[in-house]
């Protein structure tokens, strides 16, 4: 029974496709997040969602959409992938915005060839 | 820009002794700092935290000590034990959001 599942785990795609990737989390959490592990290995944020509203944007390409169409998924979108976008992407959860713990998913490893 | 930084990418201890895990930020207005336990093909998970109005805080065997002076904290693990093995990260809380470091991997030899 997992807490904050992703899916899917794995995505290999071309350039230039578009794809998604779906998180829900069954905690009850009000906060969901996204963040991406680049080739440095920093988890970085890349959005915040509080109850299906946007509260963290930091500078994402518009290419990343994401949607939440309740405060249980939020999932996101990548338009004209590009092969900068190779990451592993976590999705997350926490009971409020600013909550000092967050709770991960197991992590989409994404790449584009 | 990297505000939360963790300089060594790999430490190996030996079962039974003591792990050090050690991690530098910049930002002045944190006002919580937290370690993540990483397994591969699994999520961080939560471990430990300390508030900043603290310089330490223990939890069985993790003990996390806040230098504020040199914006500096560390993670003491005693005694290791091989299932310490992971990737630990640091992160930092400011302005609604959690910034992590870039991690350190662990590893316990027997």
């Known amino acids: 029974d997992t807490a904050v599942s992703q899916t899917p785990k794995y995505l290999v795609t071309q350039m230039g496709n578009d794809k998604s990737i779906k998180c829900e989390q069954n905690?009850?959490?009000?906060?969901m997040y996204w963040y991406k592990q680049d080739s440095k290995k920093f988890l970085k944020i890349m959005f915040s969602?509080?109850?299906?509203?946007?509260?963290i944007n930091e500078t994402v390409p518009n290419r990343f959409s994401p949607k939440s169409p309740d405060k249980a998924h939020l999932n996101l979108h990548i338009n004209s992938l590009e092969l900068g976008d190779s990451a592993v992407y976590f999705c997350?959860?926490?009971?409020?915005?600013?909550?000092?713990?967050?709770?991960f998913g197991q992590g989409t490893r994404l790449t584009v060839v | 820009d990297q505000q939360v930084k963790q300089n060594s990418p790999s430490l190996s201890v030996q079962e039974g002794r003591i792990s050090i895990l050690n991690c530098d930020y910049t930002?002045?207005?944190?006002?919580?700092f937290l370690w993540y336990k990483k397994y591969p093909a699994e999520g961080p998970t939560f471990l430990i935290s300390?508030?900043?109005?603290?310089d330490k805080n223990e939890d069985g065997r993790f003990t996390v000590f806040l230098n504020k002076s040199a914006k500096h904290l560390s993670l003491h693990i005693v005694p290791s034990q091989p299932g310490d093995s992971a990737v630990y990260f640091c992160?930092?809380?400011?302005?609604?959001?959690?910034?992590f470091g870039q991690g350190t991997r662990l590893t316990i030899n027997p």
């Open positions: 997350a959860s926490s009971p409020t915005t600013g909550s000092t713990e967050a709770f």
């Open positions: 300390i508030s900043s109005i603290k």
């Open positions: 992160a930092a809380r400011g302005a609604q959001k959690l910034v």
């Open positions: 969602y509080n109850n299906k509203e946007l509260i």
């Open positions: 930002n002045s207005m944190f006002d919580y």
């Open positions: 905690l009850g959490h009000d906060t």
